[in-house]
């Protein structure tokens, strides 16, 4: 399988900061999904985005299929946004989504 | 429905009763999968439904494990045998047909083994 690593780990913003999160992969992907997982465990999709920039609200991400990331922009940070944020790979040759560990993002007021 | 659904949202069981997990997934989505997730972890893909043929059972931790999906939409997960270490966030996901992938997220079902 590939390996999927997502930076920074922990995140602590202020509200009404911006923040950028990193998804790297180590193989061709054709397909890219952004979620976030609220408090109550529940995963919602963001962003489905193999390549190029997507937006949605604060909400944006860019994925650069060559270069093998994907970028996940906050703006505006509200305490909403709190919560674990996850990016998944589906390689080419397969059928299994590979999940980065997340970022846990806490937004204070 | 709009939405995945599982059932039950929470399932407590003894060490080495038998277990069975539901998921219904959104309805005319071919493609559907089994994840766990243990506490404060990362998503681990179990098993990858086409229709009601598996084409990938690598994630299934052990024999314990076994998955079956009936008329294209329903999929049951069952776990004999119950060990303390399947404690854990059972998520279902499904999508269309390839290469239309964007899974979609059920509840989950929390499972705690005493």
């Known amino acids: 399988g590939i390996q999927v690593e997502q930076s920074p780990p922990d995140l602590i913003l202020q509200e009404g900061a911006n923040s950028t999160l990193r998804c790297n992969f180590s193989?061709?992907?054709?397909?890219l999904q952004w979620f976030h997982q609220n408090p109550w465990g529940q995963l919602i999709n963001l962003f489905y985005?193999?390549?190029g920039t997507k937006q949605n609200g604060r909400l944006s991400a860019t994925t650069v299929a060559t270069e093998r990331y994907s970028l996940l922009y906050i703006s505006s940070s509200q305490t909403t946004d709190s919560g674990v944020y996850f990016c998944?790979?589906?390689?080419?040759?397969?059928?299994?989504?590979?999940f980065g560990t997340g970022t846990s993002l806490t937004v204070i007021p | 429905g709009a939405g995945v659904s599982q059932s039950p949202s929470n399932k407590v069981t003894e060490k080495g009763k038998d277990v069975e997990l539901r998921c219904d997934p959104i309805?005319?989505?071919?493609?559907l999968y089994w994840y766990r997730q243990s506490l404060g972890q990362g998503l681990e893909f179990l098993i990858y439904?086409?229709?009601?043929?598996?084409?990938?059972k690598s994630g299934l931790p052990s024999d314990r494990f076994s998955a079956e999906r009936t008329g294209g939409s329903v999929s049951t997960l069952t776990i004999q045998r119950t060990q303390q270490e399947d404690s854990a966030v059972y998520l279902c996901?499904?999508?269309?047909?390839?290469?239309?992938?964007?899974?979609?997220f059920g509840p989950g079902t929390r499972l705690t083994v005493l």
């Open positions: 996901a499904s999508s269309l047909r390839p290469p239309y992938n964007e899974q979609f």
């Open positions: 193989d061709s992907v054709n397909n």
């Open positions: 985005i193999p390549s």
């Open positions: 998944a790979a589906l390689v080419n040759t397969g059928n299994q989504f590979y």
């Open positions: 309805s005319g989505h071919t493609a």
């Open positions: 439904f086409q229709g009601n043929s598996a084409p990938d």
